[in-house]
Structure formats: C-alpha cells, structure tokens
C-alpha cells in the first residue's frame, strides 16, 4: 500500500509547518536561522530538514514582508512584522480546529485497532460536518467500511448495513453516507466478500453474512487500515505539535 505524502494526508506542507513554526517562534523571540534550524530539528527529529532550507524559508518569509532582520555582527537576526503575526493567526485558524477534531477521531481509530495507547476519554460526539470530507482525504473510506463489515460478520450470524454505520458512529463518531455504505456492501457481494439475501418481499434489508473468504480479507483489510492510521496520526500529532 503506498502512504500518502505529508501534504497530501493533511494539505499541510512540510513548507507550511516550517514557515508556522518559524513565525510562532520568532514571535516569542527574535532569533537568527542557525538556532531557528537547530531549534525546528530539536522539537521535531522525525522531520529533519536541512540549514539550508530553514534560511531560505526565513529569507522568504522576509521577502514577503512576514519577518524583518537587522545585522548583528555576522548574525542576520528576524523579527516578526504584524503582516506575519496576522499570517501567523491565519495559519491557527485555519488549521488548529480542523486538525484537532479529526485527529480524536483518528485516535479512536487508533486506539481500537492497536490497542496502545489510552483510550481517547472525550465523549463520542459526531464530527463537525465541516470536517467530515477532510476524513475521505486521510483514510481510505472503503477499507474502514470493509474493515467493520467483515468484523461484524465474523462476531455474530449475520448484520446488515445500517449496523456498520452505527458502529463507526458509536466508536469513532464519523461514518460515510448511507449511499456510499450500500456502494461497498454491493461490491463486497458481487466479489465474494459477503453474501446477502433479502429476508422479505419488502426489501427494506438485507441481511449479510461471511463468506470463506471473509476472514482471510478481514487480515489483510485490518492490516492495511492499521498501518494507515498509524502514519495519519503521526501527520496529524506532528501538525497539531506545530499549530
């Protein structure tokens, strides 16, 4: 399975947190690339980057009227401007809310599949609607669905599709449409992952079982899930360290 990159799991560049983090501490402080770059890779060794990139990305930061620098001896020492402390809320805004809603989500997530860790104690409220399509980008959708649905034919004779969704709502508090719920239940039929049959003339639902093949996928969708969730949360605690 390939991960996704840092921005592409949270729209959040490596740029962007460098640039966060180098206004936020330059705020606190005025200070000159050398300890800025020493600094960033001290509070976050899992993301090193390079002298040369914290200086141009000071440098650019200037260029763009968010820091100012005078000279001290051979020391180009920055100081924030209100342009950068108004970029700086900018950033928080923009992320701070976002990032921490789903990152809890995702903790659950995590906390249910690896067990490390403690168990997220906020109470399980439904994620914020505005929040909810940010979750399509960091996990994949399909194997969450496929994920609960094997594990619920495996613990009991049979479900039906309303139940997966009141699981992830119970667990995690994010569930996909009913539409898309539907979507997967048909393909995982259609290729042998479920059987299901309709109890009544009615059709109102339709009642799923496994299949042998259900708990052999059930390994492999589990695994897969994990190991997503794993790196998103480490993105996500990255982030939420920086903002």
Do not use: C
């Not at 399909?142 to 613990?155: G, Q, W």
């Not at 119970?170 to 449409?177: A, I």
């Amino acid at each position: 399975m390939k991960l996704p990159s840092f921005q592409q799991a949270v729209g959040f560049s490596v740029g962007d947190a460098l640039s966060l983090f180098l206004l936020r501490t330059i705020l606190e402080r005025e200070n000159y690339s050398k300890a800025l770059y020493e600094h960033f890779n001290l509070d976050f060794p899992g993301r090193s980057v390079s002298y040369e990139y914290v200086a141009r990305t000071t440098n650019a930061l200037e260029n763009n009227g968010f820091l100012f620098s005078r000279t001290e001896g051979r020391k180009k020492v920055f100081q924030i401007t209100e342009k950068g402390k108004a970029r700086l809320l900018e950033y928080e805004t923009i992320y701070a809310l976002r990032f921490s809603e789903v990152s809890t989500v995702i903790d659950r997530f995590y906390y249910f599949l690896t067990k490390n860790g403690s168990l997220p104690h906020a109470s399980i409220e439904p994620l914020h609607e505005d929040f909810r399509l940010f979750i399509s980008k960091l996990l994949s959708v399909k194997d969450v669905v496929r994920f609960m649905a094997l594990r619920l034919s495996l613990n009991r004779q049979s479900f039906h599709m309303a139940e997966v969704q009141e699981q992830l709502n119970s667990l995690f508090g994010w569930s996909p449409s009913n539409g898309y719920l539907y979507n997967i239940a048909r393909e995982m039929e259609e290729t042998n992952l479920l059987v299901g049959f309709w109890p009544d003339e009615r059709r109102t639902i339709r009642k799923l079982y496994k299949t042998d093949e259900s708990e052999q996928f059930y390994i492999i969708v589990s695994a897969s899930l994990t190991e997503r969730i794993i790196q998103v949360r480490r993105y996500l605690h990255y982030v939420l360290k920086t903002v």
